[in-house]
């Protein structure tokens, strides 16, 4: 009896000391998605929000304007999963609403055309950040550093910082304004937006090697991959979705200005590395990034019902953004055995 006693005890002893790795990977996958539920539970019961906060038209209001930022986030997370910054993802936002709302409005171009061409200034600057980064071997953080601030003072000469607000196409600012199924059209965008890169990540080859270079770029080598291409193609792709954001921002406000796009990237960079904490912690991925742009977002609106001063929505961005990398940078760091 004594035998089998002192069996059944060691046997159940690896078994609880198996459960605690387990349940503290379950509180890390689900937590920034409990942490948004009892967020929005809060503001949904609180005195000053409880009348408009939990409404319909708020939620409808919040997913339509957060769109723009998400798909900003999500082309943050494919040079991020080679393990580059990308600094210069507001600029290009900003870059291709000024394009399009140009080459439309002012230069009276096709709508085909003129949205093409502000996809393709992202593009063009996605293809230099790549090639100083992966080809010059110039630092990632300096090469979009000083490409956001190149185009910023191009965007200014350009348009001598006044804003675009005649001219643009009514069929655009439809897809801005408009619903679908009672869902803003460019929530529906970004719904697409998000099964894509989802799919690119997760279950093409690409995505695989874009990881791998992340996680060892000598492995990556070791194994014949062409890690400078990898990461090129990473900067232009997320130049090509800065350039899809740019368009919807235009087509959401209605007009032009050279000064908003820069205000995306701590937002975008704050969600990505929300994201790195969540669902697949410790890994740029989808799901999590736009679970981090929901939590951003609702927490901002919460607090602007309840009185918040204009400063709150600025300094929430960056200490969500600080907390995020502390958070991810152990969790890898942990996984890695280096901590």
Not at 174 to 200: D, K, M
Request: with cysteine; proline share 4%.
């Amino acid at each position: 009896m004594a035998t089998n006693r002192e069996a059944t005890v060691g046997s159940a002893a690896p078994a609880t000391l198996r459960r605690g790795p387990e349940l503290l990977a379950q509180l890390e996958k689900y937590a920034l998605a409990v942490l948004f539920a009892a967020l929005c539970l809060f503001f949904t019961v609180y005195g000053q929000t409880a009348e408009t906060f939990p409404t319909l038209a708020n939620f409808r209001n919040v997913l339509g304007s957060q769109s723009v930022i998400a798909v900003a986030a999500l082309a943050s997370i494919l040079p991020l999963t080679c393990g580059k910054f990308d600094l210069s993802v507001g600029a290009m936002i900003g870059l291709s609403s000024i394009v399009t709302g140009s080459a439309a409005a002012t230069h009276e171009l096709p709508l085909a055309v003129a949205v093409s061409l502000g996809v393709l200034s992202g593009a063009v600057v996605g293809l230099l950040n790549g090639w100083l980064v992966a080809y010059r071997d110039v630092n990632a953080l300096i090469a979009t550093l000083g490409t956001s601030t190149v185009v910023a003072g191009l965007i200014s000469l350009y348009t001598e910082n006044q804003v675009l607000s005649t001219g643009i196409p009514e069929a655009l600012t439809n897809v801005g304004s408009g619903q679908w199924l009672g869902v803003p059209r460019t929530l529906w965008a970004l719904v697409f937006i998000s099964v894509l890169v989802y799919y690119l990540l997760r279950h093409t080859p690409y995505g695989r090697y874009l990881a791998s270079v992340g996680s060892s770029p000598t492995s990556a080598r070791l194994v014949g991959l062409d890690v400078s291409r990898m990461v090129l193609s990473s900067f232009v792709l997320s130049g090509v979705l800065c350039g899809i954001a740019g368009v919807l921002l235009l087509a959401r406000a209605g007009t032009a200005n050279p000064l908003v796009g820069p205000g995306f990237t701590l937002p975008a960079l704050s969600a990505a590395f929300l994201g790195a904490t969540a669902i697949k912690p410790g890994t740029f991925n989808v799901v999590g990034t736009l679970l981090g742009v929901l939590f951003v977002a609702f927490s901002v609106n919460g607090l602007v019902l309840a009185g918040a001063a204009d400063w709150v929505e600025p300094t929430f961005n960056g200490v969500a953004l600080l907390v995020a990398v502390a958070v991810s940078t152990a969790i890898s760091q942990r996984r890695s055995g280096k901590a």
